[in-house]
């Protein structure tokens, strides 16, 4: 079974703009989560998509957001991009059955704002 | 007060010995534990979970979870140098399919 992939892996932006990362999940796994990771806050929560909906949210500005298509792949964006927001972007995926879901994380895309 | 709590390290522990790291966590309802393993430029990978007091072994590796004390922790037996990374502990809280991860720790196997 293919694993998690995410595009692009590697990102430089300018303060300001916006960018789009994406999310392939594992075959058969309806729950994608987002997670930003940097060497000063580690792993932080971002937000759970489901089947479409978002399930679940952490305490992340509206700047943040994301959406999940039918066939489970998911994107998040940011938008007016701050220095604050270079970072790991991972993505995780899971089957979604809470509580004994296990999640298993894509490669990242690294975001560097400049 | 954070939600999942582990000593940063750095830890080192010479080549085949146990090493054992150990994560607290603050909500008493979490139902699922899980242990991650991340090397340097790279992505977590799971390396096992739990979910009921006790211990659950898979070759090397022991996790241990004792809910009353809010307390999960996972041993390595014989400790090898590619065991070098960051362990990372990650609660499910009980407010649904939330993932909550510590902020790692640190091991290095010394040959």
């Known amino acids: 079974k293919a694993g998690v992939t995410q595009t692009p892996r590697y990102l430089i932006k300018t303060r300001g703009q916006q960018v789009t990362l994406s999310c392939s999940p594992i075959?058969?796994?309806?729950?994608v989560s987002w997670y930003q990771q940097t060497p000063g806050q580690g792993l932080q929560f971002l937000f759970e998509y489901f089947s479409e909906t978002q399930r679940n949210k952490g305490n992340f500005p509206g700047r943040f957001s994301g959406r999940q298509f039918s066939n489970s792949r998911s994107e998040m964006n940011v938008s007016t991009l701050e220095l604050g927001d270079s970072a790991l972007y991972l993505c995780?995926?899971?089957?979604?059955?809470?509580?004994?879901?296990?999640?298993?994380f894509g490669p990242g895309t690294r975001l560097t704002v400049l | 007060q954070k939600e999942v709590e582990q000593n940063s390290g750095p830890l080192s522990v010479p080549e085949g010995a146990i090493a054992s790291l150990n994560c607290t966590y603050s909500d008493r309802v979490s139902q699922s534990f899980f242990w991650y393993r991340q090397y340097s430029g790279k992505s977590p990978e799971l390396i096992m979970s739990i979910y009921s007091n006790g211990d659950k072994e898979d070759g090397r590796f022991t996790a241990q979870l004792n809910k009353a004390s809010q307390y999960v922790s996972l041993l390595i037996r014989d400790s090898q140098p590619s065991d070098s990374a960051t362990y990372l502990c990650a609660v499910n809280l009980g407010t649904g399919n939330q993932f909550y991860f510590g902020t790692g720790t640190s091991l290095t196997v010394i040959p």
């Open positions: 075959s058969g796994h309806r729950s």
């Open positions: 995780a995926s899971s089957g979604g059955t809470f509580p004994t879901d296990t999640q298993y």
